[in-house]
């Protein structure tokens, strides 16, 4: 199993950028698909994007589509998540998640119920 730790999460005015860290022990980080998710206060996780164990397959929630890059780079065993144009609504705590390589669909790389290995997640905090 993969234990996650993320890093780069901070307070930030709206329109700035940060770019999140998350990175993997193991050496097996390359034989699973990654995922960002976010908790706001109050509310449940939510899906914010997720890359294929081989970076070929990318996915965003409507929310923050044109505005968040998701990469990896397996190497370095590490998952990037780079967020422009920031928002007060993108507050939240910020967990990335990993699951086993499987098929590489919509559906299935947008539902928290196939990822696991949960880091302790990184606060973002944005300013209006």
């Known amino acids: 199993q993969v234990q996650l730790v993320e890093s780069g999460g901070g307070l930030v005015q709206a329109g700035g950028s940060l770019r999140l860290s998350c990175a993997a022990s193991?050496?097996?980080?390359?034989?699973?698909?990654m995922g960002w998710f976010r908790q706001a206060p109050g509310k449940e996780r939510e899906f914010v994007a997720s890359?294929?164990?081989?970076?070929?397959?990318?996915y965003y929630a409507d929310s923050v589509k044109e505005r968040f890059t998701i990469s990896r780079d397996n190497a370095k065993n590490t998952v990037y998540l780079q967020m422009n144009s920031l928002k007060p609504e993108d507050t939240a705590v910020y967990y990335c998640?990993?699951?086993?390589?499987?098929?590489?669909?919509?559906?299935?790389?947008?539902?928290?119920?196939?990822?696991?290995?949960w880091g302790q997640g990184t606060q973002v905090t944005v300013s209006s």
């Open positions: 998640g990993a699951r086993p390589r499987y098929i590489s669909t919509r559906a299935t790389m947008t539902s928290i119920s196939n990822f696991g290995s």
């Open positions: 193991g050496r097996t980080f390359s034989t699973y698909d």
């Open positions: 890359i294929s164990w081989n970076g070929s397959n990318t």
